[in-house]
């Protein structure tokens, strides 16, 4: 079976330990049939295709409509590109678990990484995060979404 897994993270470079941290997530996720979806936009989306590519993962780009930020990395297939919000909804739900590299530890509001690991969590997709000290950080609950969304 065909492992997808999904990644979100900020458009800031990641700090050393957050990409060692990632790089040995990525390798403990490996299965053998792999896939590494991510959004193509510099910083995270970035260093995570490129570990990814580096470990062996078939590389899928979910390009945003604007390509502002954008990496332009490489990848093995590019699907068609969406608005921001779309792109990271359709990662997640065609993603087995999601890893997350927030630019920190804490929830933020208006977050569109935070915003994608609230999607996971609500949709029951396993999440990771790491945080920028290479730390993990709790998710947030389905419960705790709730009681925000009030």
């Known amino acids: 079976m ?7 993270g900020t458009r800031e470079q990641l700090p050393q ?13 490996r299965t053998g049939d792999d896939v590494f979806h991510h959004g193509d936009c510099v910083g995270a989306d970035q260093a ?13 780009m979910h390009p945003p409509i604007n390509p502002r ?17 779309e792109r990271n909804r359709a990662i997640v ?8 590299c927030p630019c920190d530890a804490t929830e933020r509001a208006r ?26 950080i709790d998710a947030p609950t389905r419960q705790s979404i709730a009681q925000v969304s009030r």
């Open 2 to 8: 065909t492992n997808h897994v999904g990644f979100t």
């Open 17 to 29: 330990p957050q990409i060692l941290e990632l790089a040995t997530t990525l390798a403990m996720l």
């Open 48 to 60: 995570g295709a490129v570990l990814a590519m580096a470990l062996g993962y078939r590389v899928v």
């Open 69 to 85: 930020l954008r990496a332009y990395t490489r990848c093995h297939e590019e699907r068609l590109p969406l608005a921001y919000h």
């Open 93 to 100: 739900d065609v993603s087995h678990v999601l890893v997350a």
């Open 111 to 136: 977050s569109g990484t935070w915003s994608t690991i609230r999607y996971a969590v609500i949709q029951i997709v396993p999440t990771l995060l790491i945080g920028p000290d290479g730390l993990s």
